[in-house]
Nanobody, 130 residues
Framework: VQLQASGGGVVQAGGSLRLSCAAS????????IGWFRQASGKQREGIAC????????YYEHSVTGRFTISRDHAKKMVYLQMNSLKPADTAVYHC????????????????????????WGQGTLVTVSS
């Protein structure tokens, strides 16, 4: 299984980026896809997830209203549209695949957990300058 995140770069505060996640070696339609990020010196945090159907999504509160996750079943891609970027969004962003049936049950009270994801790819660096 291979996951590859791309689309990172340097952007000014207030700007936008779109990250892409491509996967191979797995049955794409069976997996929820999550986005995690890890800033230098900080713990990894789960920020967004989309179910295998694409009907349900989850956002961590700090990105709600600014980030949008979507998936294209035909292209087997997941995207993270990031708008109104802030310096605090600077991090390495990873996508991951997990067998999550119910996103609400998986995240209620605890947020998005890396333990629910079995496959990870290399990340892409997002740098937001002030």
């Amino acid at each position: 299984v291979q996951l590859q995140a791309s689309g990172g770069g340097v952007v000014q505060a207030g700007g936008s980026l779109r990250l892409s996640c491509a996967a191979s070696g797995l049955t794409w339609d069976d997996y929820a896809i999550g986005w995690f990020r890890q800033a230098s010196g900080k713990q990894r945090e789960g920020i967004a997830c989309i179910t295998k159907s694409g009907r349900d999504t989850y956002y961590e509160h700090s990105v709600t209203g600014r980030f949008t996750i979507s998936r294209d079943h035909a292209k087997k891609m997941v995207y993270l549209q990031m708008n109104s970027l802030k310096p605090a969004d600077t991090a390495v962003y990873h996508c991951a695949a997990g067998l999550i049936d119910n996103l609400h049950i998986a995240t209620v009270g605890r947020g998005l957990s890396a333990n629910d994801f079995s496959s990870w790819g290399q990340g892409t660096l997002v740098t937001v300058s002030s």
